[in-house]
C-alpha cells in the first residue's frame, strides 16, 4: 500500500498548490491525488471547486476567468504561515512529480460529450511523460467515455461516492478501468474483496484515521488518500 497526498497535502499544507505538492515531495512522499479543470483559454489547471470562495476567501465562478486572470486569488488564503499560492497550471504541477511514482488525476466533471473530449485530447498530451504512473480517475462518465472514445494508453480509476455496491464494479470492468476509487464510508471489507477478485486496484479516499488506515492495510488496498500524509507516515509500516 502507497500513501497517497490528497490534493498534495490538504490537511497540512494548501491544497492543489505548487508548494502543497512540493511538501509532500520533500518528505519523501511518491504519490498524489489532485484535481483537473480546463478553463475557457483551454489550460488545465489544478483545483477542486469551480469557485474560488472556500479556498480563497473570494466569490468568483472558475470558468469565468482565463489563465491570464489568476493572480489575485490565493489559494494560501487559509494558511497564514505560508506564502501566496496563485492556483497552478497542470504543467506546473507536473515539473514538481517528475520522480512522482503514483499520480491520481481526477478530472472533475464537465457539461458535455464535447467538453469531455477536448479536455480529455488536451490532458494526454500534457501527461505524454507520465504513462508509467499516471492514472485518470473521474466520476463523470462523461470522461470515461472520451478515454474510451479516444483509445487513450492511460490507466483510468472510476471514482464511487454512491452506495451502488457491485454495479460500481461492473461499470468500472465496462469502463475499461483498472482501478475504483472508494469513499472511505462505502468501503467495507467486502466490497473491497469483491474489488480485487474482479482483478481491480483499489485506493480509498479520504482516510485521516490511523486505525482506520491500518486496517484498510491488512485488506491489501493499493493505495491510501489521505489529507494527512506525514501523520500516515509516522504511524504505518511501509515496505
Known amino acids: 500500500m502507497i500513501i497517497i497526498g490528497h490534493r498534495g497535502a490538504r490537511g497540512e499544507a494548501p491544497e492543489n ?32 471547486d469551480d469557485n474560488f470562495l472556500r479556498t480563497t476567501g473570494m466569490d468568483k465562478p472558475l470558468y469565468e476567468l482565463d489563465s491570464t486572470q489568476l493572480t489575485p486569488y490565493n489559494q494560501a488564503h487559509i494558511w497564514m504561515d505560508w506564502e501566496k499560492q496563485i492556483t497552478p497550471s497542470l504543467m506546473q504541477s507536473l515539473k514538481i512529480m517528475q520522480d512522482f511514482n503514483h499520480l491520481e488525476i481526477e478530472v472533475k466533471a464537465v457539461e458535455t460529450a464535447e467538453q469531455a473530449n477536448t479536455l480529455i485530447t488536451e490532458l494526454q498530451k500534457q501527461l505524454q511523460t507520465f504513462e508509467q504512473t499516471a492514472v485518470i480517475t473521474s466520476f463523470d462518465l462523461k470522461i470515461h467515455q472520451a478515454l474510451q472514445q479516444q ?11 454512491e452506495d451502488i ?14 482501478q475504483i476509487g472508494w469513499m472511505n464510508q ?44 506525514k501523520l500516515m507516515m509516522q504511524h504505518l509500516q511501509l515496505d
Not at 483509445?151 to 461516492?161: A, D, W
Not at 455496491?165 to 483498472?178: K, M, P, R, S
Open 17 to 48: 498548490t505548487l508548494a502543497g505538492f512540493q511538501y509532500i515531495h520533500d518528505l519523501g512522499i511518491r504519490g498524489v491525488e489532485f484535481d483537473v479543470r480546463q478553463l475557457k483559454d483551454g489550460e488545465l489547471v489544478v483545483m477542486h
Open 186 to 229: 462505502l468501503a467495507t471489507d467486502e466490497i473491497l474483496r469483491k474489488t480485487q477478485q474482479a482483478g481491480l486496484k483499489i485506493s480509498v479516499w479520504t482516510v485521516n484515521d490511523i486505525e482506520r488506515a491500518k486496517h484498510l492495510q491488512s485488506l491489501g488496498i493499493d493505495g491510501l488518500i489521505t489529507d494527512f500524509p
Open 165 to 178: 455496491g457491485t454495479l460500481a464494479i461492473e461499470q468500472a470492468l465496462v469502463l475499461g478501468c483498472c
Open 151 to 161: 483509445n487513450s494508453v492511460f490507466k483510468r480509476g472510476l471514482l464511487i461516492e
